[in-house]
């Protein structure tokens, strides 16, 4: 049962006797008028009372008797008028009584008609207000609910896009961190690499300043014996073996010092982009006796000017070969004629004189 219905009921109970009862009433006024006026009573015509004071004349005089009679009558229409006028105003009277009676039961029931209508009207209103409140109270109940419930969807709206805030942070954090320990894993074999690479390099260069080291004492040695050997034989009567053991003399050692320009210059030179197998570039080198290079040219182009310029910017940038000073002080004649100038060929692939 809904809340309408249950306010409309108790509201119907208890204005059911009231109307019953102003019915009711209603009907009594309207039968006791109905039964006054049916039963009020009809006069009878007054009878004046002459006989009986005849009777009591008869033993006068005829005169007297008429007198009396007469006297008697007007006194008997006297009374019976009196009489009937009282009657009537008795009636008059009672009438208006009954009339007023009616008019106030007639007042009374419409009075109590009015209550009645006015309680019906109060009734009418009295359950109008109680719907009204009734359909207030339920739209305030179904607004509440409505407001709960998008209330309730936004809480949880709120709640699913703070998870997936907090999931997308988390992927994010862990996705930076992954990147950092990636970077930090690179940076660190990179380091690895470059220790290696450095600690690889310092060996080569420690391992070929030992075979250079080696390979100028040898040098130093065999230049020794050769000279020994070629002191001994400029010293014997045969002079064309003698030119002879002094020129493959100097080829050993101009051998040996190729070696040494060949390992400066490659030092120092970068191939450029534009170089291609087959090129060959010829440039000639002028030293002093102490190693210092006073002259870089072009003897012969390859067609590539950059790649020229890289051969010539090569034996620049070496500047001095200090081994070539101890060839002059041993030996100048071999200096002049072998490193006073001396002709370098460039190859993409490699060095070459």
Do not use: C
């Amino acid at each position: 049962m809904s809340n309408r219905d249950r306010i409309s009921e108790p509201s119907q109970e208890r204005f059911a006797p009231s109307i019953i009862k102003a019915v009711g009433l209603h009907l009594l006024v309207l039968i006791f008028l109905f039964v006054s006026f049916s039963s009020a009573p009809e006069f009878e015509p007054a009878k004046p009372i002459v006989q009986a004071t005849l009777v009591q004349l008869n033993s006068k005089s005829p005169a007297t008797t008429q007198t009396d009679q007469k006297i008697a009558g007007e006194a008997a229409r006297t009374a019976a008028q009196r009489h009937e006028a009282e009657e009537l105003k008795r009636q008059q009277q009672k009438q208006q009584q009954e009339q007023e009676a009616a008019s106030a039961a007639a007042a009374s029931a419409a009075a109590a008609s009015a209550a009645a209508a006015t309680e019906q009207r109060q009734a009418a209103a009295a359950v109008a207000t109680a719907a009204e409140e009734k359909a207030a109270k339920e739209r305030q109940q179904t607004e509440q609910v409505e407001k709960q419930k998008a209330e309730e969807a936004k809480r949880k709206a709120d709640a699913a896009k703070k998870l997936a805030d907090d999931e997308a942070a988390k992927k994010k954090a862990a996705e930076e961190a992954a990147k950092r320990k990636e970077a930090e894993e690179v940076k660190r074999k990179a380091d690895e690499a470059k220790r290696k690479a450095a600690e690889d390099a310092k060996r080569k260069a420690e391992a070929a300043a030992k075979a250079e080291a080696d390979r100028v004492a040898k040098l130093k040695r065999e230049q020794e014996e050769a000279k020994a050997s070629a002191l001994a034989e400029l010293l014997a009567s045969e002079t064309q073996y003698q030119r002879a053991q002094a020129d493959q003399i100097g080829d050993e050692v101009a051998a040996s010092y190729d070696d040494v320009i060949r390992r400066y210059v490659s030092e120092q030179w970068r191939r450029p982009p534009t170089a291609r197998n087959g090129m060959i570039v010829e440039v000639r080198i002028s030293m002093l006796p102490s190693g210092d290079i006073t002259d870089v040219v072009v003897q012969r182009s390859s067609g590539d000017a950059g790649f020229d310029q890289s051969a010539v910017q090569a034996v620049r940038n070496v500047g001095r070969i200090p081994e070539m000073q101890q060839l002059s002080r041993e030996s100048p004649a071999t200096f002049d004629r072998l490193y006073r100038q001396r002709t370098l060929r460039f190859k993409p692939e490699d060095l070459a004189f």
